[in-house]
Protein backbone atom coordinates (compact mmCIF):
# COMPACT_ATOMS: atom_id res chain seq x y z
CA UNK A 1 0.00 0.00 0.00
CA UNK A 2 2.85 2.31 0.82
CA UNK A 3 4.41 1.40 -2.79
CA UNK A 4 1.33 2.06 -4.52
CA UNK A 5 0.62 5.82 -2.11
CA UNK A 6 4.20 6.78 -3.28
CA UNK A 7 3.69 6.02 -6.41
CA UNK A 8 0.61 7.96 -6.97
CA UNK A 9 2.46 10.89 -4.91
CA UNK A 10 3.75 13.78 -7.52
CA UNK A 11 6.79 14.06 -8.99
CA UNK A 12 7.28 17.25 -6.77
CA UNK A 13 6.30 15.39 -3.48
CA UNK A 14 8.23 12.11 -4.33
CA UNK A 15 11.17 14.83 -4.43
CA UNK A 16 10.88 16.60 -1.65
CA UNK A 17 10.57 13.07 0.18
CA UNK A 18 13.82 12.10 -1.45
CA UNK A 19 15.57 15.23 -0.69
CA UNK A 20 14.69 15.17 3.04
CA UNK A 21 16.20 11.80 3.28
CA UNK A 22 19.28 13.01 1.63
CA UNK A 23 19.27 16.59 3.83
CA UNK A 24 18.58 14.67 7.40
CA UNK A 25 21.00 11.34 6.77
CA UNK A 26 24.27 13.63 6.12
CA UNK A 27 23.64 15.82 8.83
CA UNK A 28 22.77 12.98 11.28
CA UNK A 29 26.00 11.86 10.00
CA UNK A 30 27.78 14.83 10.17
CA UNK A 31 27.13 15.16 13.79
CA UNK A 32 28.20 11.43 14.27
CA UNK A 33 31.27 11.67 12.45
CA UNK A 34 32.05 15.10 14.37
CA UNK A 35 31.04 13.90 17.52
CA UNK A 36 33.53 10.99 17.24
CA UNK A 37 36.03 12.70 15.54
CA UNK A 38 35.96 15.60 18.45
CA UNK A 39 36.40 12.54 21.19
CA UNK A 40 39.61 10.85 18.68
CA UNK A 41 41.06 14.28 18.75
CA UNK A 42 40.30 15.00 22.60
CA UNK A 43 41.83 11.60 23.42
CA UNK A 44 44.86 11.99 21.36
CA UNK A 45 45.56 15.42 23.16
CA UNK A 46 44.86 14.14 26.76
CA UNK A 47 47.40 11.01 25.88
CA UNK A 48 50.02 13.31 24.23
CA UNK A 49 49.81 16.17 26.76
CA UNK A 50 49.51 13.59 30.26
CA UNK A 51 52.35 11.82 28.72
CA UNK A 52 54.16 15.08 28.92
CA UNK A 53 52.99 16.38 32.31
CA UNK A 54 53.91 12.84 33.28
CA UNK A 55 57.52 12.66 32.64
CA UNK A 56 57.85 16.14 33.19
CA UNK A 57 56.93 15.26 36.65
CA UNK A 58 58.39 12.17 36.61
CA UNK A 59 61.97 14.06 36.12
CA UNK A 60 61.21 16.61 38.55
CA UNK A 61 60.72 13.72 41.73
CA UNK A 62 63.85 12.12 40.45
CA UNK A 63 65.65 15.41 40.46
CA UNK A 64 64.29 16.19 44.07
CA UNK A 65 64.91 12.90 45.03
CA UNK A 66 68.63 12.74 44.27
CA UNK A 67 69.00 15.85 46.14
CA UNK A 68 67.59 14.46 49.26
CA UNK A 69 69.67 10.95 48.47
CA UNK A 70 72.53 12.55 47.76
CA UNK A 71 72.27 14.93 51.47
CA UNK A 72 72.01 11.78 53.12
CA UNK A 73 75.36 10.56 51.44
CA UNK A 74 77.19 13.30 53.53
CA UNK A 75 77.82 11.12 55.99
CA UNK A 76 80.67 9.28 54.13
CA UNK A 77 82.15 12.80 53.60
CA UNK A 78 85.77 13.38 54.75
CA UNK A 79 86.11 9.73 56.28
CA UNK A 80 89.70 9.59 57.11
CA UNK A 81 89.07 12.88 59.21
CA UNK A 82 89.23 12.45 63.56
CA UNK A 83 86.05 14.98 63.01
CA UNK A 84 84.20 13.70 60.59
CA UNK A 85 80.70 11.83 61.28
CA UNK A 86 81.79 8.45 59.36
CA UNK A 87 85.07 8.35 61.60
CA UNK A 88 83.14 9.15 64.86
CA UNK A 89 80.96 5.87 63.61
CA UNK A 90 83.77 3.95 62.89
CA UNK A 91 85.37 3.75 66.34
CA UNK A 92 81.90 3.50 67.91
CA UNK A 93 82.44 7.31 70.07
CA UNK A 94 84.94 5.60 71.68
CA UNK A 95 87.25 7.39 73.67
CA UNK A 96 90.16 6.86 70.86
CA UNK A 97 88.68 9.92 69.05
CA UNK A 98 89.58 11.98 71.52
CA UNK A 99 92.01 10.20 73.76
CA UNK A 100 93.13 13.69 75.29
CA UNK A 101 89.95 15.11 76.04
CA UNK A 102 88.32 13.52 79.69
CA UNK A 103 84.32 14.38 78.68
CA UNK A 104 85.02 12.50 75.38
CA UNK A 105 81.62 10.49 75.23
CA UNK A 106 79.65 13.95 75.72
CA UNK A 107 81.99 16.20 73.52
CA UNK A 108 81.39 13.21 70.85
CA UNK A 109 77.47 13.33 70.85
CA UNK A 110 77.83 17.53 70.65
CA UNK A 111 79.87 17.11 67.59
CA UNK A 112 77.20 14.12 66.74
CA UNK A 113 74.61 16.71 67.04
CA UNK A 114 76.48 18.84 64.92
CA UNK A 115 76.89 16.87 61.98
CA UNK A 116 73.22 15.64 61.95
CA UNK A 117 72.30 19.65 62.13
CA UNK A 118 74.41 20.32 59.20
CA UNK A 119 72.67 17.42 57.39
CA UNK A 120 68.79 18.73 58.80
CA UNK A 121 69.79 22.63 57.72
CA UNK A 122 70.70 21.15 54.21
CA UNK A 123 66.69 20.36 52.73
CA UNK A 124 64.18 22.93 54.32
CA UNK A 125 61.73 19.81 54.47
CA UNK A 126 63.61 17.41 56.16
CA UNK A 127 61.66 17.03 59.66
CA UNK A 128 63.39 14.60 62.14
CA UNK A 129 66.66 12.86 61.75
CA UNK A 130 67.20 9.52 63.50
CA UNK A 131 70.51 8.18 63.28
CA UNK A 132 71.04 4.19 64.73
CA UNK A 133 74.30 3.51 65.78
CA UNK A 134 74.85 -0.58 65.96
CA UNK A 135 77.74 -0.91 68.20
CA UNK A 136 75.77 1.36 71.18
CA UNK A 137 72.05 -0.11 70.06
CA UNK A 138 71.57 3.81 70.43
CA UNK A 139 69.72 5.86 68.65
CA UNK A 140 70.18 9.47 68.11
CA UNK A 141 66.72 11.30 66.95
CA UNK A 142 67.37 15.30 65.81
CA UNK A 143 64.48 17.54 66.00
CA UNK A 144 63.63 21.01 66.59
CA UNK A 145 67.08 21.75 66.84
CA UNK A 146 67.64 19.42 69.93
CA UNK A 147 68.99 15.56 69.95
CA UNK A 148 67.41 13.09 71.88
CA UNK A 149 68.73 10.00 72.87
CA UNK A 150 68.07 6.05 73.44
CA UNK A 151 69.40 2.96 73.91
CA UNK A 152 67.10 -0.24 72.69
CA UNK A 153 66.80 -3.75 73.67
CA UNK A 154 68.98 -6.23 71.77
CA UNK A 155 67.73 -7.62 68.22
CA UNK A 156 64.40 -5.19 68.87
CA UNK A 157 66.05 -3.11 65.79
CA UNK A 158 66.58 -4.48 62.31
CA UNK A 159 68.53 -2.23 60.02
CA UNK A 160 67.79 -1.98 56.77
CA UNK A 161 70.59 -3.87 53.37
CA UNK A 162 70.07 -1.36 51.49
CA UNK A 163 69.00 2.68 50.62
CA UNK A 164 65.01 2.37 50.43
CA UNK A 165 61.94 5.25 50.80
CA UNK A 166 59.10 4.29 53.14
CA UNK A 167 56.21 5.39 52.28
CA UNK A 168 53.93 8.34 53.29
CA UNK A 169 53.12 8.01 56.95
CA UNK A 170 52.72 9.76 60.30
CA UNK A 171 55.95 10.93 61.96
CA UNK A 172 57.25 9.07 65.04
CA UNK A 173 59.88 8.92 67.63
CA UNK A 174 61.50 5.69 66.66
CA UNK A 175 60.67 4.14 69.93
CA UNK A 176 62.24 6.98 72.15
CA UNK A 177 60.28 8.18 74.94
CA UNK A 178 59.55 12.04 73.74
CA UNK A 179 56.79 14.06 74.62
CA UNK A 180 55.84 15.81 71.05
CA UNK A 181 54.62 19.07 71.84
CA UNK A 182 53.09 19.83 68.19
CA UNK A 183 50.91 17.42 65.95
CA UNK A 184 52.86 14.69 64.40
CA UNK A 185 53.35 15.60 60.17
CA UNK A 186 52.78 13.70 57.16
CA UNK A 187 56.62 12.65 56.05
CA UNK A 188 57.88 10.15 53.86
CA UNK A 189 61.24 8.49 55.16
CA UNK A 190 64.71 8.02 53.78
CA UNK A 191 66.10 4.78 55.35
CA UNK A 192 70.25 4.73 54.49
CA UNK A 193 72.67 2.02 56.15
CA UNK A 194 75.67 3.24 56.48
CA UNK A 195 78.73 0.40 56.08
CA UNK A 196 82.22 0.40 57.27
CA UNK A 197 84.35 0.78 54.02
CA UNK A 198 84.92 -1.75 52.16
CA UNK A 199 83.13 -4.12 53.41
CA UNK A 200 78.89 -5.34 54.27
CA UNK A 201 79.48 -4.86 57.87
CA UNK A 202 76.39 -2.19 59.06
CA UNK A 203 77.52 0.59 61.49
CA UNK A 204 74.46 2.58 61.82
CA UNK A 205 71.57 3.53 59.46
CA UNK A 206 70.56 6.91 58.99
CA UNK A 207 66.87 7.98 58.66
CA UNK A 208 65.43 11.13 57.36
CA UNK A 209 62.01 12.10 57.40
CA UNK A 210 60.86 14.36 55.04
CA UNK A 211 57.98 16.86 54.35
CA UNK A 212 55.36 16.24 51.51
CA UNK A 213 55.28 19.61 50.57
CA UNK A 214 57.55 19.73 47.78
CA UNK A 215 56.23 16.80 46.58
CA UNK A 216 52.57 17.62 46.59
CA UNK A 217 53.75 20.99 44.85
CA UNK A 218 55.60 19.46 42.22
CA UNK A 219 52.81 17.34 41.33
CA UNK A 220 49.78 19.55 41.63
CA UNK A 221 50.28 21.13 38.24
CA UNK A 222 49.91 17.28 36.80
CA UNK A 223 46.34 17.21 37.25
CA UNK A 224 42.89 18.89 37.82
CA UNK A 225 41.90 19.22 41.14
CA UNK A 226 38.24 18.50 41.93
CA UNK A 227 38.16 16.61 38.21
CA UNK A 228 41.18 14.43 38.56
CA UNK A 229 42.61 11.83 40.47
CA UNK A 230 46.18 11.34 40.92
CA UNK A 231 47.99 9.57 43.16
CA UNK A 232 52.02 8.76 43.73
CA UNK A 233 52.70 5.24 44.93
CA UNK A 234 55.70 2.77 45.40
CA UNK A 235 55.30 -0.52 44.14
CA UNK A 236 53.81 -1.69 46.52
CA UNK A 237 50.83 0.30 46.83
CA UNK A 238 51.95 2.58 49.58
CA UNK A 239 50.40 5.91 48.94
CA UNK A 240 53.14 8.78 49.14
CA UNK A 241 50.76 12.02 47.77
CA UNK A 242 47.48 12.08 46.54
CA UNK A 243 44.26 14.34 45.15
CA UNK A 244 42.50 12.36 47.44
CA UNK A 245 43.86 13.73 51.18
CA UNK A 246 42.23 10.25 52.73
CA UNK A 247 44.21 7.89 50.91
CA UNK A 248 47.53 9.23 51.43
CA UNK A 249 49.89 6.91 53.80
CA UNK A 250 47.33 3.93 52.61
CA UNK A 251 47.99 0.82 50.19
CA UNK A 252 46.06 0.75 46.84
CA UNK A 253 44.44 -2.29 46.36
CA UNK A 254 42.57 -1.46 43.43
CA UNK A 255 42.61 -4.10 40.57
CA UNK A 256 43.57 -1.17 38.19
CA UNK A 257 46.95 -0.50 40.10
CA UNK A 258 47.70 -4.26 39.68
CA UNK A 259 47.21 -3.57 35.65
CA UNK A 260 49.47 -0.49 36.34
CA UNK A 261 52.48 -2.48 38.18
CA UNK A 262 52.02 -5.63 35.41
CA UNK A 263 52.14 -2.82 32.18
CA UNK A 264 55.00 -4.00 30.39
CA UNK A 265 56.19 -0.86 29.88
CA UNK A 266 57.31 2.18 31.60
CA UNK A 267 54.45 4.78 31.17
CA UNK A 268 51.59 4.24 29.24
CA UNK A 269 47.64 4.57 29.29
CA UNK A 270 44.49 2.05 29.22
CA UNK A 271 40.80 3.00 29.47
CA UNK A 272 38.96 0.98 32.54
CA UNK A 273 35.47 0.96 33.17
CA UNK A 274 34.91 0.37 36.72
CA UNK A 275 32.10 0.53 39.94
CA UNK A 276 34.32 3.20 41.34
CA UNK A 277 35.81 4.68 37.90
CA UNK A 278 35.11 5.12 34.68
CA UNK A 279 37.82 6.64 32.39
CA UNK A 280 41.24 6.36 31.11
CA UNK A 281 44.10 5.85 33.61
CA UNK A 282 47.91 7.49 32.56
CA UNK A 283 50.62 6.15 34.39
CA UNK A 284 54.58 6.96 34.55
CA UNK A 285 57.18 5.06 36.13
CA UNK A 286 60.02 7.14 38.56
CA UNK A 287 62.52 4.79 39.28
CA UNK A 288 66.41 4.67 40.95
CA UNK A 289 68.34 2.48 42.68
CA UNK A 290 66.70 3.09 45.52
CA UNK A 291 63.01 3.74 44.68
CA UNK A 292 60.15 2.23 42.28
CA UNK A 293 57.10 4.64 42.18
CA UNK A 294 54.33 5.30 39.56
CA UNK A 295 53.03 8.54 39.17
CA UNK A 296 49.26 7.61 37.91
CA UNK A 297 46.43 10.53 36.72
CA UNK A 298 42.80 9.09 36.77
CA UNK A 299 40.76 10.77 34.11
CA UNK A 300 36.60 10.14 34.26
CA UNK A 301 34.94 10.15 30.58
CA UNK A 302 32.37 12.77 31.72
CA UNK A 303 35.51 15.51 32.51
CA UNK A 304 37.84 13.85 29.30
CA UNK A 305 34.57 14.39 27.28
CA UNK A 306 32.98 17.26 28.52
CA UNK A 307 33.66 19.40 25.20
CA UNK A 308 32.80 16.59 23.27
CA UNK A 309 29.45 16.20 24.40
CA UNK A 310 28.72 20.00 24.67
CA UNK A 311 29.90 20.25 20.93
CA UNK A 312 27.52 17.53 19.85
CA UNK A 313 24.76 19.10 21.59
CA UNK A 314 25.49 22.86 19.74
CA UNK A 315 25.57 20.67 16.13
CA UNK A 316 22.73 19.18 16.81
CA UNK A 317 20.79 22.35 17.39
CA UNK A 318 22.50 23.74 14.31
CA UNK A 319 21.81 21.04 12.62
CA UNK A 320 18.14 21.33 12.84
CA UNK A 321 18.42 25.13 12.34
CA UNK A 322 19.42 24.30 8.60
CA UNK A 323 17.46 21.47 8.27
CA UNK A 324 14.66 23.87 8.75
CA UNK A 325 16.11 25.81 5.71
CA UNK A 326 16.73 23.17 3.77
CA UNK A 327 13.42 22.44 3.21
CA UNK A 328 12.64 25.47 1.35
CA UNK A 329 15.72 25.77 -0.49
CA UNK A 330 16.05 21.76 -1.51
CA UNK A 331 13.95 22.60 -4.91
CA UNK A 332 16.30 24.76 -5.87
CA UNK A 333 19.57 22.80 -5.72
CA UNK A 334 18.57 19.37 -7.55
CA UNK A 335 21.23 20.20 -9.86
CA UNK A 336 24.18 19.80 -7.53
CA UNK A 337 23.57 15.90 -7.73
CA UNK A 338 26.58 16.13 -9.68
CA UNK A 339 28.25 17.77 -7.32
CA UNK A 340 29.72 14.21 -5.84
CA UNK A 341 30.99 13.73 -9.54
CA UNK A 342 32.44 17.26 -10.01
CA UNK A 343 34.22 16.52 -5.90
CA UNK A 344 35.80 13.52 -7.48
CA UNK A 345 37.08 15.09 -10.48
CA UNK A 346 38.73 17.51 -8.22
CA UNK A 347 40.43 14.71 -6.09
CA UNK A 348 41.91 13.28 -9.30
CA UNK A 349 43.56 16.55 -10.50
CA UNK A 350 44.86 16.76 -7.20
CA UNK A 351 46.35 12.97 -7.43
CA UNK A 352 47.65 13.79 -10.49
CA UNK A 353 49.67 17.02 -9.26
CA UNK A 354 51.28 14.61 -7.01
CA UNK A 355 49.54 15.01 -3.65
CA UNK A 356 49.15 10.89 -3.28
CA UNK A 357 48.02 12.06 0.53
CA UNK A 358 44.25 13.18 -0.73
CA UNK A 359 41.81 12.17 1.55
CA UNK A 360 38.59 11.01 -0.74
CA UNK A 361 35.41 12.23 1.67
CA UNK A 362 32.66 10.51 -0.26
CA UNK A 363 30.79 8.24 1.13
CA UNK A 364 27.67 7.66 -1.68
CA UNK A 365 26.99 4.06 -2.58
CA UNK A 366 26.37 4.59 -5.89
CA UNK A 367 29.03 4.24 -8.75
CA UNK A 368 30.72 7.41 -8.10
CA UNK A 369 31.19 6.05 -4.32
CA UNK A 370 32.40 2.47 -5.59
CA UNK A 371 35.14 4.32 -7.99
CA UNK A 372 36.08 7.15 -5.30
CA UNK A 373 36.22 3.71 -3.18
CA UNK A 374 38.51 2.03 -5.93
CA UNK A 375 40.51 5.19 -6.08
CA UNK A 376 40.96 5.35 -1.88
CA UNK A 377 41.85 2.21 -1.38
CA UNK A 378 44.43 2.50 -4.39
CA UNK A 379 46.20 5.50 -3.01
CA UNK A 380 46.58 3.68 0.25
CA UNK A 381 48.20 0.66 -1.21
CA UNK A 382 50.74 3.21 -3.26
CA UNK A 383 51.03 5.05 -0.17
CA UNK A 384 52.10 1.51 1.64
CA UNK A 385 54.14 0.18 -1.02
CA UNK A 386 56.73 3.59 -0.89
CA UNK A 387 56.58 3.15 3.28
CA UNK A 388 57.54 -0.73 2.94
CA UNK A 389 60.34 0.23 0.42
CA UNK A 390 61.58 2.81 2.62
CA UNK A 391 61.62 0.49 5.36
CA UNK A 392 63.19 -2.47 3.75
CA UNK A 393 65.83 0.04 2.38
CA UNK A 394 66.34 1.06 6.06
CA UNK A 395 66.58 -2.22 7.43
CA UNK A 396 68.83 -3.72 4.22
CA UNK A 397 71.55 -1.21 5.35
CA UNK A 398 70.97 -2.13 9.11
CA UNK A 399 71.66 -6.39 8.18
CA UNK A 400 74.43 -4.88 5.82
CA UNK A 401 76.22 -3.07 8.91
CA UNK A 402 75.59 -6.34 11.41
CA UNK A 403 76.85 -8.83 8.43
CA UNK A 404 80.18 -6.40 8.39
CA UNK A 405 80.88 -6.91 11.78
CA UNK A 406 79.71 -10.25 12.31
CA UNK A 407 81.53 -11.91 9.19
CA UNK A 408 84.11 -13.85 12.17
CA UNK A 409 82.91 -15.08 15.40
CA UNK A 410 83.90 -12.41 17.08
CA UNK A 411 84.26 -14.04 20.61
CA UNK A 412 86.34 -17.12 20.18
CA UNK A 413 88.72 -14.41 17.89
CA UNK A 414 88.42 -12.17 20.62
CA UNK A 415 89.53 -15.00 23.34
CA UNK A 416 92.00 -16.03 20.96
CA UNK A 417 93.68 -12.99 20.84
CA UNK A 418 93.89 -12.69 24.62
CA UNK A 419 95.68 -15.88 24.72
CA UNK A 420 98.40 -14.80 22.00
CA UNK A 421 98.55 -11.53 23.53
CA UNK A 422 98.93 -13.15 26.98
CA UNK A 423 102.08 -15.68 25.42
CA UNK A 424 104.11 -12.53 23.90
CA UNK A 425 103.80 -10.94 27.14
CA UNK A 426 105.35 -13.56 28.62
CA UNK A 427 108.29 -14.05 26.66
CA UNK A 428 109.03 -10.26 26.47
CA UNK A 429 107.63 -9.61 23.10
CA UNK A 430 106.31 -6.40 23.94
CA UNK A 431 105.86 -5.54 19.73
CA UNK A 432 103.76 -8.47 19.52
CA UNK A 433 101.64 -7.79 22.74
CA UNK A 434 100.85 -4.13 21.52
CA UNK A 435 99.96 -5.37 18.02
CA UNK A 436 97.78 -8.35 19.11
CA UNK A 437 96.22 -5.68 21.83
CA UNK A 438 95.53 -2.71 19.22
CA UNK A 439 93.37 -5.75 17.53
CA UNK A 440 91.99 -6.81 20.04
CA UNK A 441 90.29 -3.43 20.50
CA UNK A 442 89.41 -4.02 16.98
CA UNK A 443 87.22 -6.83 17.70
CA UNK A 444 86.40 -5.44 21.18
CA UNK A 445 84.12 -2.24 19.42
CA UNK A 446 82.66 -4.16 16.82
CA UNK A 447 81.77 -6.82 19.15
CA UNK A 448 79.74 -4.28 20.94
CA UNK A 449 76.34 -4.49 19.29
CA UNK A 450 74.45 -2.84 21.28
CA UNK A 451 75.59 0.85 20.48
CA UNK A 452 74.75 2.10 17.56
CA UNK A 453 75.63 5.64 18.28
CA UNK A 454 79.40 6.43 20.25
CA UNK A 455 81.57 9.09 21.09
CA UNK A 456 83.60 10.37 18.58
CA UNK A 457 86.65 9.43 21.43
CA UNK A 458 85.67 6.43 21.33
CA UNK A 459 85.06 6.10 17.16
CA UNK A 460 88.90 7.71 17.52
CA UNK A 461 90.43 4.99 19.51
CA UNK A 462 89.23 2.39 17.24
CA UNK A 463 90.72 4.11 14.07
CA UNK A 464 94.01 4.71 16.21
CA UNK A 465 94.65 0.86 16.72
CA UNK A 466 93.76 0.13 13.19
CA UNK A 467 96.13 2.34 12.40
CA UNK A 468 98.86 1.19 14.62
CA UNK A 469 98.21 -2.31 12.99
CA UNK A 470 98.69 -0.27 9.14
CA UNK A 471 101.82 1.45 10.70
CA UNK A 472 103.57 -1.60 11.65
CA UNK A 473 102.72 -3.06 8.05
CA UNK A 474 104.28 0.09 6.67
CA UNK A 475 106.70 1.41 9.46
CA UNK A 476 108.76 4.78 8.23
CA UNK A 477 106.34 4.81 5.17
CA UNK A 478 103.38 5.92 6.75
CA UNK A 479 103.03 9.52 8.94
CA UNK A 480 99.54 9.73 10.69
CA UNK A 481 98.88 13.03 12.09
CA UNK A 482 95.46 13.59 14.16
CA UNK A 483 94.05 17.05 14.61
CA UNK A 484 91.02 16.71 17.03
CA UNK A 485 89.11 19.35 18.37
CA UNK A 486 88.93 18.21 22.33
CA UNK A 487 85.30 19.94 22.37
CA UNK A 488 84.58 17.42 19.83
CA UNK A 489 85.38 14.47 21.72
CA UNK A 490 82.31 13.86 23.50
CA UNK A 491 80.00 14.37 20.50
CA UNK A 492 78.08 11.16 19.86
CA UNK A 493 77.80 10.26 16.14
CA UNK A 494 77.10 6.93 14.03
CA UNK A 495 79.00 3.84 15.20
CA UNK A 496 82.25 2.93 12.39
CA UNK A 497 82.01 6.25 10.03
CA UNK A 498 85.48 6.97 9.94
CA UNK A 499 87.05 3.47 9.98
CA UNK A 500 85.71 3.00 6.07
CA UNK A 501 87.58 6.36 5.32
CA UNK A 502 90.76 5.09 6.35
CA UNK A 503 90.65 2.07 4.95
CA UNK A 504 89.52 4.04 1.49
CA UNK A 505 93.29 5.45 1.87
CA UNK A 506 94.72 2.26 2.13
CA UNK A 507 92.38 0.38 -0.47
CA UNK A 508 92.90 3.18 -3.29
CA UNK A 509 95.14 6.24 -2.76
CA UNK A 510 97.44 4.49 -0.92
CA UNK A 511 100.84 5.20 -2.87
CA UNK A 512 104.20 3.75 -2.20
CA UNK A 513 107.08 6.25 -2.53
CA UNK A 514 110.43 7.72 -1.15
CA UNK A 515 107.97 10.21 0.80
CA UNK A 516 106.05 9.22 3.69
CA UNK A 517 102.57 8.43 2.67
CA UNK A 518 100.43 10.92 4.84
CA UNK A 519 97.15 10.19 6.44
CA UNK A 520 95.74 13.43 8.30
CA UNK A 521 92.25 13.30 10.59
CA UNK A 522 90.98 16.55 11.99
CA UNK A 523 87.74 17.26 13.70
CA UNK A 524 86.53 20.56 14.33
CA UNK A 525 83.62 22.72 15.88
CA UNK A 526 82.06 25.79 14.27
CA UNK A 527 80.37 28.93 16.11
CA UNK A 528 77.13 27.86 15.16
CA UNK A 529 77.54 24.20 16.87
CA UNK A 530 78.58 22.63 13.71
CA UNK A 531 80.57 19.88 13.68
CA UNK A 532 83.34 19.43 10.70
CA UNK A 533 85.21 15.94 10.10
CA UNK A 534 88.10 16.01 7.60
CA UNK A 535 90.06 12.84 6.68
CA UNK A 536 92.44 13.90 4.01
CA UNK A 537 95.89 12.09 2.10
CA UNK A 538 98.51 12.81 0.23
CA UNK A 539 97.70 9.39 -2.41
CA UNK A 540 97.42 9.10 -5.47
CA UNK A 541 94.01 10.19 -5.60
CA UNK A 542 91.80 10.39 -8.39
CA UNK A 543 90.77 11.52 -12.37
CA UNK A 544 88.68 14.33 -12.34
CA UNK A 545 86.26 12.36 -14.28
CA UNK A 546 86.09 9.46 -11.67
CA UNK A 547 85.83 12.69 -9.48
CA UNK A 548 82.72 13.73 -11.24
CA UNK A 549 81.37 10.15 -11.21
CA UNK A 550 81.73 9.88 -7.27
CA UNK A 551 79.62 13.17 -6.68
CA UNK A 552 76.92 12.14 -9.73
CA UNK A 553 76.94 8.62 -7.18
CA UNK A 554 76.34 10.55 -4.32
CA UNK A 555 73.95 13.14 -5.61
CA UNK A 556 71.80 10.25 -6.11
CA UNK A 557 68.64 8.41 -4.19
CA UNK A 558 68.21 4.82 -5.79
CA UNK A 559 70.63 1.95 -5.15
CA UNK A 560 73.79 1.49 -7.07
CA UNK A 561 75.43 -1.72 -8.37
CA UNK A 562 78.02 -3.03 -5.78
CA UNK A 563 81.04 -4.38 -7.85
CA UNK A 564 84.55 -3.47 -7.71
CA UNK A 565 84.53 0.03 -9.54
CA UNK A 566 82.04 0.94 -7.74
CA UNK A 567 83.37 -0.19 -3.88
CA UNK A 568 84.67 3.60 -2.96
CA UNK A 569 81.02 5.34 -4.31
CA UNK A 570 79.12 2.27 -2.38
CA UNK A 571 81.03 3.32 1.31
CA UNK A 572 80.49 6.88 0.81
CA UNK A 573 76.93 6.67 -0.28
CA UNK A 574 76.24 4.26 3.32
CA UNK A 575 78.51 6.63 5.32
CA UNK A 576 76.03 9.64 3.95
CA UNK A 577 73.28 7.72 4.39
CA UNK A 578 73.87 6.82 8.23
CA UNK A 579 74.67 10.04 8.99
CA UNK A 580 71.35 11.38 7.52
CA UNK A 581 69.36 8.55 9.16
CA UNK A 582 71.27 10.23 12.47
CA UNK A 583 70.61 13.83 11.56
CA UNK A 584 68.26 14.19 9.22
CA UNK A 585 68.57 16.16 5.95
CA UNK A 586 71.17 18.16 7.36
CA UNK A 587 74.52 16.00 6.59
CA UNK A 588 76.51 16.37 4.81
CA UNK A 589 79.74 14.45 2.85
CA UNK A 590 81.50 16.05 0.14
CA UNK A 591 85.10 15.20 -1.78
CA UNK A 592 88.30 16.63 -3.28
CA UNK A 593 91.28 16.32 -5.25
CA UNK A 594 94.21 17.58 -3.83
CA UNK A 595 97.24 19.00 -5.61
CA UNK A 596 99.26 18.22 -6.12
CA UNK A 597 97.79 14.64 -5.73
CA UNK A 598 95.66 13.33 -2.85
CA UNK A 599 92.11 13.14 -1.40
CA UNK A 600 90.29 14.39 1.04
CA UNK A 601 86.78 13.76 2.49
CA UNK A 602 84.82 16.21 4.10
CA UNK A 603 81.75 15.10 7.02
CA UNK A 604 79.42 18.12 8.07
CA UNK A 605 76.83 18.15 10.78
CA UNK A 606 75.07 21.22 11.54
CA UNK A 607 73.95 22.12 15.24
CA UNK A 608 74.97 18.76 16.30
CA UNK A 609 75.17 20.20 19.64
CA UNK A 610 71.18 21.04 20.02
CA UNK A 611 70.14 17.28 18.77
CA UNK A 612 68.34 16.01 21.72
CA UNK A 613 68.25 12.15 20.66
CA UNK A 614 72.24 12.05 20.45
Not at 268 to 274: A, L, M, N, Y
Not at 281 to 302: D, E, R
Not at 415 to 435: E, I, P, W
Amino acid sequence: MTTTLFKNTTIRKKMMILFLIATILPIAASIAISYHQTKSSITKEAISKNNRLLALGGTNIINYMNNINQKSLAVYNSMNVPRSLYYILEHNMENEVFPNQISDVIQNRNLLKDHLYNIYQSVQEFYKIRLYVAGQNTSYLLWNDDIKVGKHQNGSIAMASKTYIEPTHLSHNYGLSIKSPVKEEQVFTLHRPIFLAPSDVQLAELTIDVKTSVLNDLNRQLYDAGHENFYLVDADGGVLISSDEAQIGKRLVSEWFHTVRNASTTKGHFDWDGNAFSGMIFYQQVKTNYMNWYLIKQTPNSHLYATANETALINTWVGAAFLAIAVIALLLISYRFTKPLLALIGYVNKIDSGNLNVQIDIQSNDEIGLLAKRFRSMMQTINNLILKEYRLELANKTIQLKALQAQVNPHFLYNALQSVGTVALQHGNMKVYQLVTSLGKMMRYQMDMADVGVELSRELDYVQAYLDLQKERFDSSLDIILMIDERTRSIRLPKMILQPLVENFFKHGFLPSEQPAKLVIASSLGDDGALTIVVSDNGKGISAARMAELNRLLMQDHEVEHDEEEGLAIGLRNILFRLRLYFKQDAALSIQHLHPHGFSVTLHIPHVLEDPSL
